[in-house]
Structure formats: C-alpha cells, structure tokens
C-alpha cells in the first residue's frame, strides 16, 4: 500500500509515471532490454533524452536562445560551477540571502573569489520572509545575482523576480521549478535538482541563456564547462540515463493532465486549504512565516512543544501520512506539498490536523 508521501527531497513522484517506468521496466519498448541497458549514444535511449527537453522546452515555453541541459553533481556541483564560470577573479557576484540554501551557495562561492551579499532576510537565526525589491541592493559591477526561489527548509517562496536590471539572474528552483509558469526571459540561468518535482534524484536540470554560456571560463576543466554540456545535447559523457528517463515520464505525466496550468491550479488550491487550516487553528499550529512569503512548496509550522511534535509525527505515519520531520536545523513539521501531492491527499492531511488538535487541545 502506497502512503501520502510529504517527504521534502528525494520525494513523491506521480504515480503514472512510475507505473510508466514499471511497464517498461524490464523491457522498453520492443528493444530486448530495460532503457538502463541502452547505450547512451543509442538512437533508443537518444529519443527518451531528446523527448525530456523537449517537454521541458514545451511546458515552460522556453525560448529557442536558452538550452536545456542536464548535469550530475546536486544543486551543490552549480554552486561551485557558477561562480567558477562567472565570477573570474577579481569580479564579484551578488547573492540573496534567504535561507539555508541561499547560504550555502554563497559560502561555497566565498571559497572561490569574494561575492557580496546583497540582501538578507535571516533574523534571529532564521527566516520567515523573503526580501521586498527595495531591500535589494545589487551592485551595478556584479557579474551576476543568485537568489533561491523557494526556501525548501523554512518555507518561504518569491512570489514576484527581482528586478536586476542588466546583470544576469541565476536562480537556484530546486525546490519549486514547475509549480507554476513563470516568465523565463527574467532569467539568465535557472537550475533544480529533479528530486522534488521533476524526478529522482542524481540529474539536475538547467535552463540556460545561450550568451550567459559563452561568458563562462575557458580554462576549466571540460566536465565544469557549460559550453561541453550544450555542444553536446548534455551527452558529452555518459549522463544519468535512468534519472533522465524518469524525468522524461513526470513531464510526459504533466503535460496528459493539462500541463503547468493545472499543475499550479492545484497547488494554490492545496496552498489555500493548507494555510486556511493553520489560520484557523492558530492557536494549536504556530506558523512562522510572514504570510506574503508563504511557500506554496514547503508548509512548515509548530506545535507547542517538541513532544507534541512527535506524536503528531508518529499519529500521522499511523493515519498513511509520512516525511513529516521538519529539517533537521529548524525542527518543527514540514509538509512538503510538490506536484506529486494530490489535492485529495492535502485534504486527508487536513483532517488529521483537525482531529489532532482536537483530541490534544
Ligand atoms: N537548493 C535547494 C533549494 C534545495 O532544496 C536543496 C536540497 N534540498 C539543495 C539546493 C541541495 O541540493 P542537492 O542535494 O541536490 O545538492
């Protein structure tokens, strides 16, 4: 029996697509082998590759100047690529500090060269907002600005793109590409992790301005290079050919079902049903963050004491409902509401929210 699955990354994929991936399992289409046992450079394993962009291309109306590209290493490989590509040395690159993974690309930036901090929204050490435009001061000689969309671990979200003037804007969208159509000119770079709403975990997915690849490093090694990736369809060496196939099932799915419209439908109506039930029994679920900033991604909110926490936790894995855990550095609930998660499950959620404070109010 399949539970609801709240967990925040690697987590829930579309049922449909994983039942895609067991049909075909064993052997994809008439080819005598699973998609795993094709070669890369094969024509077979080539049409599920080419057939993955061109669902991502489609879904989010991405212009032809911007490639598609697929890399290994994590979210945490790009913080390092990123500024290694754009921030030669003695330039600066500007950051957004919004959360722990704002953070970290920053530190791992500050290893390279000296980025700026061009916000800050941690308070008391933690965050509960994401920053307003004016707070945002960008330095005019900044090669580039990164920002974290959603903040997976204290479940704030942007809901409007900086304005940046002509600087390139990279965003970290491991936690919410695909929640809902955005404006992808807005960007030079956007980059996830395919583990909460794309797919499995092991490929990360990029979108990529075609000028902003021809500014990168000439010097670095080939497989730090964003130029290898795009000249070579992201085959340049053997990619994650399984992650990728997954991929191509979840986009497949999200596009039988009416594409990003309805996708990002459901995930303000699951938003709504969320938070109106945390409003409504505010004085039993304590939720931090500033309601212009709610992430509609990553629910978080507490309950009295640790102990509660826990028991609402294990009542909740008893009821079906699992990866309910707040991240480790904040502790709390975390309800992590991806594009897998149904309507029907928030609404499952919900009463058991209900009947719990109920029962321990
Ligand atoms: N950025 C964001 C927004 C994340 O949520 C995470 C992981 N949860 C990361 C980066 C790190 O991703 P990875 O483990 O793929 O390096």
């Known amino acids: ?72 290493g994590g979210a945490h490989l790009q913080f390092c690529t990123i ?15 919004t959360g722990n993974w704002a953070k970290v690309a920053f530190e791992e930036a500050s290893k390279l060269g000296k980025p700026r901090v061009a916000c800050t929204t941690e308070e008391n050490g933690t965050f509960v ?17 990164h920002m974290t969309t959603n903040n997976t671990i204290y479940g704030t979200q942007f809901h409007y793109i900086p304005e940046v003037g002509n600087i390139p804007l990279i965003a970290d969208m491991s936690s919410d590409i695909l929640w809902k159509k955005f404006d992808v000119t807005k960007y030079a770079m956007c980059y996830a992790g395919a583990q909460k709403n794309i797919g499995p975990s092991g490929v990360v997915i990029l979108i990529m301005d075609k000028a902003l690849i021809e500014k990168g490093a000439k010097t670095l090694p080939k497989t730090l290079t964003y130029s290898t990736y795009a000249k070579n369809n992201s085959l340049f060496n053997t990619p994650p050919t399984f992650a990728i196939y997954m991929v191509r099932n979840v986009l497949a799915w999200m596009k039988s079902i009416g594409g990003i419209n309805q996708i990002s439908k459901w995930n303000e109506e699951k938003g709504a049903i969320l938070y109106g039930a945390l409003d409504k029994m ?36 008893k009821a079906g409902m699992v990866g309910l855990k707040g991240h480790r550095a904040v502790g709390g609930i975390r309800v992590s509401t991806y594009n897998a998660v149904s309507v029907e499950n928030v609404k499952t959620f919900v009463s058991f929210m209900e009947q719990f404070a109920k029962s321990n109010g």
């Open 83 to 97: 500024p290694m590509n754009f921030m030669p040395q003695g330039t600066s690159a500007d950051y957004l500090i």
């Open 1 to 72: 029996m399949r539970v609801i699955n709240f967990n925040a990354g690697p987590a829930g994929l579309p049922l449909p697509a994983l039942e895609r991936a067991r049909d075909e399992f064993i052997e994809f289409g008439k080819t005598g082998m699973s998609i795993m046992e094709h070669s890369h450079r094969g024509k077979d394993y080539e049409a599920v590759h080419n057939e993955a962009i061109s669902l991502m291309r489609e879904l989010l109306d991405i212009p032809e100047r911007y490639e598609v590209l697929f890399m290994q």
């Open 282 to 317: 505010a004085d039993f679920y304590r939720a931090p963050v500033q309601k212009d900033s709610r992430s509609l991604m990553n629910v978080v909110f507490n309950l009295k004491t640790p102990e509660l926490e826990e028991q609402f936790i294990a009542d909740a894995k």
């Open 129 to 145: 907002r994401v920053p307003k435009q004016s707070e945002i001061k960008v330095d005019p000689n900044a090669t580039y600005v």
